[in-house]
């Protein structure tokens, strides 16, 4: 039972390029969660699935998009990185909406 | 937006020592969660706390909702080196809002051996 898993773990982009972040979890909840963190600022919230077939935008959504590929995957996408995306990338599950949330070991990105 | 205000940002304390720290809100929440975060690591759920009033401890850790539903307090007793880290608290909305965890900003605890 791994919990959260993110990839890659770090990743560097020069500005413009595109990438995904990765994420699975094997606890079958239904709410997953993609924050950013960065230094000073805490964890901000920039999209969710509160079940499978739903996406919502967080506190921080713009030059993301997301897909929820099924229950147990959520990816986060960067279409044209800008180094104001450097930061550190965590996903979250929960079972319900309103509940505990379970984190990754997060995904270290620099944007150059 | 809703804002946590956690304090104290860092604090040093030795071995041994009791150590507190605190989350306060203009609004109410309907949970409290307290975190911890080692450095490069994610972070790892410690208390979970739904009723105002509550008090639960997992080990040496202890955490209370506060009465007024603004407010949660975490204590350790009897520090440890291994309780280095970041702490944060997260606390979410009542149903019918939008009910995201918002998160402080994290008290920073080292402990000298």
């Known amino acids: 039972n791994a919990g959260v898993t993110q990839t890659p773990k770090f990743q560097v982009l020069k500005t413009g390029q595109s990438m995904t972040l990765q994420c699975a979890q094997d606890?079958?909840?239904?709410?997953m969660y993609w924050y950013r963190q960065d230094p000073g600022m805490g964890l901000r919230l920039i999209y969710y699935?509160?079940?499978?077939?739903?996406?919502d935008k967080g506190e921080v959504p713009n030059g993301y998009n997301v897909s929820r590929l099924n229950k147990r995957e959520f990816s986060l996408r960067l279409e044209s990185a800008a180094p104001s995306q450097t930061s550190v990338y965590f996903c979250?599950?929960?079972?319900?909406?309103?509940?505990?949330?379970?984190f990754g070991p997060g995904t270290r990105l620099t944007v150059t | 937006g809703q804002q946590l205000n956690q304090s104290p940002q860092s604090m040093f304390i030795q071995e041994g020592e009791d150590v507190s720290m605190n989350c306060t809100s203009s609004?109410?929440?309907?949970?409290w969660l307290w975190y911890k975060q080692d450095p490069g690591e994610g972070p790892v759920l410690l208390i979970a706390?739904?009723?105002?009033?509550e008090l639960t401890s997992n080990g040496r850790l202890t955490a209370q909702f506060g009465t007024t539903r603004k407010d949660s307090f975490l204590n350790i007793s009897a520090s440890i080196p291994s309780d280095v880290g970041i702490y944060f608290c997260?606390?979410?909305?009542?149903?019918?809002?939008?009910?995201?965890?918002?998160f402080g900003k994290g008290t920073k605890l080292s402990v000298k051996p």
């Open positions: 979250a599950s929960s079972e319900k909406r309103w509940g505990e949330q379970y």
């Open positions: 606890m079958n909840h239904n709410s």
């Open positions: 699935s509160a079940s499978e077939g739903t996406t």
């Open positions: 609004s109410i929440f309907n949970t």
């Open positions: 706390l739904y009723k105002a009033g």
């Open positions: 997260a606390g979410q909305s009542p149903r019918g809002s939008q009910g995201n965890l918002i």
